[in-house]
């Protein structure tokens, strides 16, 4: 099979970005005449189109803080998980070194040899682009180096090493490993200034291979999606936020939002049935627009390109808010049309649009 990884290296679309405009129409936020004017200017709304240089460092957030009332953890979504989308489990000798981290930090575990060269072996050997075209590896050592986050081990047996030590970009990751079933998965969050939806946390794997071009939270173990959402809470890192796969396949597919963010794990935590839905609905829309993005882009894991807005896309939007405009479930309407058309543009192998007048 060709690989996805041959990347459209510093692609130009000769559009501005246009996608905020957009993404403010989708959450309701900008109503649809007024869509026009900030899609034309979008300095002029706020919008910047300006993207820092690859180069360029970005002054780093503080600590994060502990999540605001609508940031709760949502009830991970009823398990669909398929050990067999998983290849070659890693032999539980070769990870049994993990155990020996208990207690260090992150960083102690980066500067091991043996450590780095399994990092190497359960991430895909694509180019990602972090700030410019590298390694995932290469992206994980720089978030990881100089960590002082402590190596998790949770019920014997499923181990995370996490760093929030991005030079720039507001970079952070974690990796986390199954000892017995010997699968390993990682996740990486920064705020990308090259024309895609951001931010964005990308989830990898070598061994998970599937030639669909979506994948869903519920796919992966719980346990690792129990560890996502620690994480996400630990880090700062919003409950909805555009989320990506890279497998063995070495192609970016969609990490598809399908928790439910009306059902919290702690109760005490939720909030008002009205804002919780709202977040069930900006969840559907940061995924249709990913999944826009992805086809504009090919998949590929080092796309660069600004998001293409067709007329097409602002047209859909004006059918589905009118379709919802009435009804005892305007909200549950417009998430149910925005689960299907995101479903409609990953399984088509292009998505046609309308040229701008």
Known sequence: MPSFCASLRKLKVLRAPL??????????????????????????SGLSSHATEPGVQEPQSPEPQSPGPQAQEP?????????????????????????HFAGMTANDAVRDKQFRKLMHSVLPDCTFHYGWDMSPSDAFEKVL????????????????????NGPYLRGRGFLWFDLQEGIALAGFYFHPTNGEPTPTVTVFSRQVEVKEESLKLSQLPPAFADALSLWSVESGVAPVTTRYFIGGF????????????????????????DDCEQMNADAADIDLNAAYYLEQTNHATNATAWMLVGEDQVAWIQVRDNTCRIGPDRLGCRIRLTRERTHVVLSQHSVPHLPHK
Request: hydrophobic share 40%; net charge negative.
């Open 19 to 44: 996608f905020a405009g957009l993404f403010l129409m989708a959450a309701g936020i900008l109503p649809p005449h007024a869509a026009g004017d900030v899609l034309a200017n979008p300095q002029a």
């Open 75 to 99: 009830t991970a979504p009823p398990s669909k998980y398929d050990p067999a989308i998983f290849q070659k489990s890693i032999p539980s000798e070769q990870l049994a070194f993990l155990g």
């Open 145 to 164: 180096t100089g960590s002082p986050l402590p190596v998790q081990i949770r019920d014997g047996r499923y181990v995370t090493v996490s760093g929030r």
């Open 250 to 273: 070495n192609k970016k597919i969609l990490l598809e939002h399908d928790e439910d963010y009306c059902a919290p794990v702690n109760p005490a935590t939720a909030s008002a049935a």
